[in-house]
C-alpha cells in the first residue's frame, strides 16, 4: 500500500522558512522523480517543484530562487527547503511520485494522497 507522510509545515511570518519533509512508502522510492504539490483554499492543486531519481530539479517560475527540493533516498524522504515566504505560499502542501508524460509532471498514485501539511505564511 503505497503511502505519503508530509511535516514539516507551520505558521511562518512572511520571509520566514520552513522544511518540509516527505516520507514515501509502499514502492520503490528512489527509482521514481517525486514531486511536491500545494492547494491553496478554492484552488487547484498544483506542483510546486520537482526532483528526479538522479537529481534533475524543476521548478514552478513563482518559487524559483526560493524554494528548494532534495531527496535522501536511504531515508526515502523527499524534502522541499522553502526560504523568504511570501504569503500568497499559503496552502496545504503534498508530495508524490511523479513522471513526464508528454512534457507535462503527472502524480503517479494519484489515488494515494496523503494528509499534507499545512503552510501559513502571515504576520
Do not use: H
Request: aromatic share 10%; glycine share 14%; charged share 20%.
Amino acid at each position: 500500500q503505497v503511502q505519503f507522510v508530509e511535516s514539516g509545515g507551520g505558521l511562518v511570518q512572511p520571509g520566514g522558512s520552513l522544511r518540509l519533509s516527505c516520507v514515501g512508502s509502499g514502492y520503490i522510492f528512489s527509482i521514481y522523480a517525486m514531486g511536491w504539490y500545494r492547494q491553496a483554499p478554492g484552488k487547484q492543486r498544483e506542483l510546486v517543484a520537482a526532483i528526479t531519481d538522479g537529481g534533475r530539479t524543476t521548478y514552478k517560475e513563482a518559487v524559483k530562487g526560493r524554494f528548494t527540493i532534495s531527496r535522501d533516498d536511504a531515508k526515502n524522504t523527499g524534502y522541499l527547503q522553502m526560504d523568504s515566504l511570501k504569503p500568497e505560499d499559503t496552502a496545504v502542501y503534498y508530495c508524490n511520485a511523479v513522471r513526464e508524460i508528454r512534457a507535462t509532471i503527472v502524480p503517479i498514485f494519484a489515488g494515494s494522497w496523503g494528509q499534507g501539511t499545512q503552510v501559513t505564511v502571515s504576520s
